[in-house]
């Protein structure tokens, strides 16, 4: 099994597109981050966990699953970093390969001493394009193959079929 253990707050810094967005809301970046890391695990299979830092969100220890993601926010005066090496350490076992998405230098070569493997956040952002294009290829394959009836209908018939079937 592959986990991919996300530094939410670095992540949200590094890739452009969140970093103008958290500079407006940093509640919608944060949503928006984990819609994307959403898209890569049901791309990729793999489990995929987001930390966020207590010191941008007050409060208690929250953990929560959205779109199939598990979300943490660390407790007061926990940083992202401690909790991600935390869950390398915990996670770790022979039939799992840990990766963990930052940036931060000093992160890296910490859970590299946990037997993870590190992609920057430069590097996930440009795997979630290819993976982008991957299901809009995809997608584009599905919409142009028109559906077959069992009924032979003339295309004149089959598109006011189609205009009654939108209207509902």
Do not use: C
Request: glycine letters at 4%; a positive charge.
């Amino acid at each position: 099994m592959d986990i991919l253990i996300v530094d939410g707050y670095n992540i949200i810094g590094a890739w452009p597109e969140l970093r103008a967005l958290k500079n407006i809301d940093l509640a919608a970046a944060r949503d928006r981050l984990i819609e994307s890391m959403a898209e890569y695990q049901a791309y990729t299979g793999y489990r995929v966990i987001i930390v966020f830092d207590a010191y941008f969100v007050k409060g208690i220890e929250k953990k929560y699953k959205n779109f199939n993601v598990e979300v943490i926010f660390t407790r007061e005066n926990e940083t992202a970093d401690e909790r991600i090496e935390k869950l390398a350490i915990s996670l770790s076992n022979r039939k799992t390969q840990i990766h963990v998405a930052t940036s931060d230098y000093t992160e890296q070569w910490a859970i590299f001493g946990q037997g993870a493997l590190r992609k920057s956040a430069r590097e996930l952002l440009t795997e979630m394009e290819v993976i982008k294009k991957r299901i809009e290829k995809s997608l584009k394959k599905i919409q142009t193959k028109k559906p077959t009836s069992k009924i032979p209908l003339s295309d004149e018939v089959a598109e006011i079929f189609e205009k009654w079937r939108r209207e509902r």
